[in-house]
């Protein structure tokens, strides 16, 4: 596609509504997001706490608000296009320096440590993506007035994240949880004083947010391979990978089969303005918790397997571990009938009561052998995906968005 001349300058260029896909470089841009993400796991790990596995949601949040806005630029306008970029790869650099520092993100030391590495990393990356944009909407006034707002509101909650990495101990958490509160909270502001940015590509869009689903359930298959470590060869170890897989396919089966294809549907039979309003709560909003789902219950799956391949692991999940994988599970229901709801499709007391089983499982889960709280959560997944077959297949797959649809 050609490039575009606006008042005598080179712009990038912006094809018409529902005609692109995602480009191998956005792709690359996903990529790298998913290894921070993996980043995350790595702090947690060590010592998977409850406290841990709260700072790994907050730095979760912060990653994704960044990641967010990158896939509105590239809805926008091409991201494998010069300036555009030119930028994308300085704010991949960016992101790939915070993924190295993230295990260290809670962690003060001398010189540029963790911390600051982290925040500066992601400041890099929210001035990239504010100029870019501003620079890419150079011939809609309206846009570029929003995107001024966000930037102002945005800078706000900068400030006591850099704050926070200056200092350590309850100051820094306060200041940091702060800072994430004031992004998301500012996000909101500019939605509903500004509008939505708006979507030019619903099936571009879409397919993103599917894209980077699929690459972090990929993710947990790579955890399922870290629990075995060097005890892959022994037949427990074998039997309760295999499980984890089918844990891992059932997340795949339960948002791929049928929910992502019938919400793509009515992404694009909305109404521009609904549409806009679709893309920012059901795909910007809500795909955060399945992304979050998936990767703490990654971390649940290594856990179980390091216990079945290390004896002296000990012979149940502790409290932290059995959290991680059947709350991530939970949250990954929740968040998926979050989104079912927002794009139309039915939700009703079944699918209901199978998301608000998995959270009451995490006691059991420090009860039975590790081996068996696995199993269980696989038998949870599977009945899920049983209600789905045995639901309405019309009503799942239908295109259009009903009145169900109200913004968060």
Do not use: K
Request: contains cysteine.
């Amino acid at each position: 596609m050609a490039r575009e001349r606006v008042r005598g300058r080179l712009r990038p260029p912006r094809p018409g509504p529902d005609q692109r896909r995602v480009t191998p470089f956005e792709i690359f841009f996903d990529l790298v997001f998913v290894f921070a993400l993996t980043r995350i796991m790595a702090l947690i790990e060590p010592h998977p706490t409850l406290t841990t596995m709260a700072q790994g949601m907050l730095l979760l949040v912060l990653l994704w608000v960044a990641w967010l806005s990158y896939a509105w630029l590239g809805n926008h306008t091409p991201a494998d296009v010069g300036v555009v970029r030119g930028g994308f790869l300085i704010a991949m650099a960016a992101l790939f320096l915070a993924a190295l520092a993230m295990p260290e993100a809670w962690t003060p030391g001398p010189g540029l440590d963790g911390p600051l590495i982290v925040v500066l990393a992601y400041v890099v990356l929210r001035v990239v993506h504010l100029t870019l944009f501003h620079w890419a909407a150079a011939d809609d006034p309206e846009l570029r007035a929003r995107i001024r707002f966000f930037a102002l509101v945005s800078a706000v909650g900068w400030v006591p994240l850099l704050l926070g990495a200056l200092l350590d101990g309850a100051a820094h958490a306060v200041l940091w949880v702060l800072g994430f509160a004031v992004e998301v909270a500012g996000q909101r502001l500019s939605y509903a004083l500004r509008g939505a940015w708006p979507l030019r590509s619903p099936t571009h869009f879409a397919e993103r947010y599917g894209l980077v689903l699929i690459i972090s359930l990929g993710e947990s298959v790579v955890a399922a391979g870290v629990g075995a470590a060097s005890a892959v060869t022994e037949p427990p170890v074998l039997a309760v990978a295999l499980v984890g897989f089918v844990v891992t396919a059932c997340l795949w089966w339960l948002y791929f089969h049928r929910t992502s294809p019938a919400a793509a549907r009515a992404l694009a039979a909305a109404s521009p303005a609904q549409r806009d309003r679709i893309a920012a709560d059901a795909y910007s909003q809500t795909h955060l918790l399945l992304v979050a789902g998936v990767i703490y219950l990654a971390l649940g799956i290594e856990q179980v397997l390091e216990h079945v391949a290390d004896p002296e692991a000990g012979p149940r999940l502790d409290r932290s571990a059995a959290v991680a994988l059947f709350g991530g599970a939970a949250v990954y229901l929740a968040g998926r009938l979050l989104f079912r709801r927002l794009t139309g499709q039915p939700v009703g007391p079944a699918r209901l009561a199978v998301a608000g089983a998995a959270l009451p499982l995490a006691a059991l889960g420090t009860v039975l052998p590790p081996p068996l709280a696995l199993a269980a959560l696989a038998g949870l997944l599977l009945a899920a995906i049983a209600v789905d077959r045995l639901g309405e297949p019309a009503a799942a797959g239908r295109p259009g968005v009903t009145d169900a649809h109200r913004p968060l």
